[in-house]
């Protein structure tokens, strides 16, 4: 029992529950169905790629992923949130489209009518990402603007702004090239090992210099960090930086996904789905102490639960609700005043459970 | 002694300044917008006072939703969830009166419905402690999600469905003929403005009498402005927060009748996006998103310089749709750093 208890307090205790659950919920129906019970992991090679649920989920969930580790630092460093991810990843994938296709074609088919090399159209995008994440840092760090509030003009303007680079368009890059980055690389899905590059450089910048250690004191307390001699507010722009730089990334996939840039519907409500990882991987939106992996296994999470329930047939317009009653249970839960509630009625029952004996 | 009382003095001042010039700004650009506007389209009808009362008629669900979200962002919060609850509502409306009910009880039930929401969150950010933007982002889901639950296709409200609510939409309340004008055929033109435009204004003057002459009113003031001497002062902090809450979605069911009274139908995809409008019509009005410092008529002019924009762009006609976004985008950029620009010059002063 004591085991038990340490072992619910561990921060990923949660999101690995979280995945369990979800887990069982896919054994049973698979197996009310017919199916053998391993049949959610089987992992299998068709056209000479993997396929798989599970491929499916780590595949899919790769932008949600990308855009964890971002939101990961954004919150721990200055205990906001940006919302303007999703937006951004739209302007991004349009500008990027935009300037391999050429203002206001709508489709490309070939190599010969890039009116820029490829090369140039995704160096283009991640410039559009340290644009936009510049903006929302100095916003934030240097006019200390709330981080919701600095974020929300991205937020309704980055879209607009695609939609105007692309003349009102959807535009087709309709070229293997560009769809590798949403494609596959021999037999793997290229989205998983971007997602997991990106994973990797982070999480190595973190451990081996002392950046995670900053970014830490700095969320923490603000003006503690200062006198201690850090540059907070270069820290807390950095950290906007860096979400807009994945931002940008995760926009090149999801528009690779699709080969085109549909900027009213990329990377829509995505900014929710990236809070959403990192409120999930046990990590606190006040800011402070984060954790890079739970994070990520947040986010490959949330896209078991879509995953699941699109093979449960529920649609893809109801879903919300689901999320959204995860999303008030788990931070419910979190929550100080429930948790001391809690606390109290234990003790209490513990109390008439002395007086009894 | 005597310069210290100076000093506060000019501080209270300033303090009255600054807040009240945020005001005057917003004003003198909507009127410098209106100005040019009917300058530059003069030739298209812009100076006729048709074209203003369109814009009330058309934004009157939103200025209820601003009143809410100021009664919110008053005490230091964020409610996101009003556009999805307003598609909500509507889908209700066209739904019930689809199914044949009245359109009183489908409105009596859409209210309801919101004071329930309203509470829900409420709680939530209240006595769970939970951070506001997460409260209302899981109820912009939940509401999205009951819309398609509900129904996923189109559904309109024609005289058909219910002749009550048809009447309603098509009321007009016409003024005085002289502000009219002389069409291209040779009649007068009256000017109107809709049922909607009534509840708005009745629901703006009441909010404002609510929040400077009520207990309650100048609670939210109190929480916004400190929490921790709100809950000295004796303040139930809680209740205020779990009211605003309350408060902003039985507004925001109001507006949403009022919306659909402007679309007669119902969609999942109806008022995506309205949230932001109604946060940035605040922001442009003065309120401050730390809270504390606030005006519903602020928020007012807010929605009109809003409903200018689009105005304006539409009158152009050769723009792209997504203009108005921008604008208003580049106008909350304008006024939030305008905002922090006086927060800075105030801290200096202490």
Redesign the interface.
């Known amino acids: 029992m004591d085991k038990l208890k340490k072992l619910s307090k561990q921060q990923l205790f949660l999101p690995i529950m979280c995945v369990l659950l979800v887990l069982a919920v896919n054994i049973v129906y698979d197996v009310s169905q017919g199916s053998p019970f391993y049949n959610f992991f089987r992992i299998t090679i068709e056209n000479g790629v993997l396929s798989g649920r599970l491929i499916s989920i780590i595949n899919r969930g790769s932008e949600v992923a990308i855009l964890a580790i971002g939101m990961t630092l954004v919150v721990s460093a200055s205990g906001g949130?940006d919302i303007s991810v999703g937006s951004v990843m739209s302007l991004c994938a349009s500008f990027c489209c935009m300037l391999i296709a050429g203002f206001g074609v709508s489709s490309v088919s070939s190599a010969d009518e890039f009116a820029c090399p490829l090369i140039v159209g995704l160096l283009g995008a991640l410039l559009m990402g340290c644009v936009c994440g510049a903006f929302n840092g100095a916003?934030v760090a240097y006019?200390?603007?709330?981080p919701?509030?600095?974020t929300?003009?991205?937020?309704?303007?980055a879209?607009?702004?695609g939609?105007?680079l692309c003349?009102?368009l959807i535009v087709y890059i309709r070229v293997p090239e560009y769809g590798i980055f949403g494609g596959y690389i021999g037999f793997m899905p290229t989205p998983i090992i971007i997602a997991a590059v990106c994973v990797l450089i982070v999480s190595i910048v973190l451990k081996k210099t002392a950046m995670g250690m900053y970014v830490q004191a700095v969320g923490i307390n603000k003006k503690a960090a200062r006198i201690a001699g850090l540059n907070s507010k270069r820290i807390i722009f950095m950290c906007y930086f860096l979400c807009g730089v994945c931002a940008a990334i995760a926009g090149i996939v999801n528009s690779s996904r699709i080969t085109s840039a549909d900027s009213n519907n990329i990377g829509l409500n995505m900014e929710?789905d990236a809070?959403l990882a990192v409120?999930l991987g046990g990590n606190s939106?006040?800011g402070g102490r984060f954790n890079l992996a739970g994070s990520i296994i947040g986010a490959y999470t949330i896209q078991a639960i879509t995953t699941t329930m699109y093979n449960l047939g529920v649609?893809s317009?109801?879903?919300?609700?689901?999320?959204?009653?995860v999303?008030?249970v788990i931070?419910?839960i979190q929550?100080?005043?429930?948790q001391n509630w809690i606390r109290k009625h234990r003790a209490h029952a513990a109390d008439k459970e002395a007086a009894k004996a | 002694m005597k310069t210290e009382q100076k000093t506060a003095k000019t501080l209270g001042a300033k303090k009255m300044n600054s807040n009240t010039l945020l005001l005057i700004i917003t004003i003198v650009l909507f009127v410098v917008m209106y100005a040019a506007g009917c300058v530059v389209y003069a030739s298209k009808g812009f100076t006729h006072v048709q074209t203003f009362l369109n814009i009330l008629n058309n934004n009157a669900g939103l200025v209820c939703v601003a009143c809410g979200m100021t009664c919110v962002m008053l005490t230091g919060g964020i409610d996101i969830s009003v556009g999805s609850l307003i598609a909500m509502d509507c889908m209700l409306l066209a739904w019930g009166t689809g199914k044949g009910y009245s359109a009183i009880v489908m409105c009596a039930l859409v209210i309801i419905i919101g004071l329930v929401f309203g509470f829900v969150q409420g709680f939530c950010v209240g006595y769970l402690n939970i951070q506001p933007f997460i409260v209302t982002m899981a109820g912009m889901f939940f509401a999205r999600g009951m819309t398609a639950v509900i129904s996923t296709d189109q559904l309109s409200i024609t005289q058909d469905t219910s002749a009550l609510f048809y009447g309603w939409a098509n009321a007009k309340i016409q003024l005085p003929a002289f502000l009219g004008y002389v069409n291209g055929k040779g009649k007068v033109q009256i000017p109107y403005i809709r049922v909607s435009v009534v509840v708005a204004l009745a629901v703006l003057i009441l909010i404002f009498l609510v929040l400077r002459y009520t207990k309650f009113g100048r609670s939210l003031y109190a929480v916004g402005g400190s929490e921790q001497s709100a809950a000295m002062m004796g303040l139930d902090v809680k209740k205020a927060k779990l009211k605003a809450y309350v408060l902003s979605s039985f507004l925001c069911s109001i507006g949403g009748i009022c919306y659909c009274l402007n679309t007669m139908s119902g969609s999942v995809s109806q008022a995506t996006g309205l949230e932001m409008d109604a946060i940035a019509s605040c922001v442009i009005g003065g309120t401050l998103l730390t809270g504390g410092v606030g005006n519903v008529f602020g928020s007012f002019f807010g929605v009109l310089i809003n409903g200018t924009i689009s105005s304006l762009v539409k009158t152009n006609g050769k723009l792209a749709s997504s203009w108005p976004n921008i604008l208003t985008a580049v106008l909350l950029c304008f006024f939030i750093v305008l905002q922090s620009v006086f927060a800075r010059i105030k801290e200096k002063n202490k």
């Open positions: 949130t916003l006019l200390n603007i709330q919701m509030v600095a929300l003009i991205l937020w309704s303007a879209r607009a702004i939609l105007l003349n009102n929710l809070i409120a939106l006040g649609s317009a109801v879903s919300p609700v689901f999320k959204a009653v999303v008030i931070v419910a929550s100080q005043p429930l």
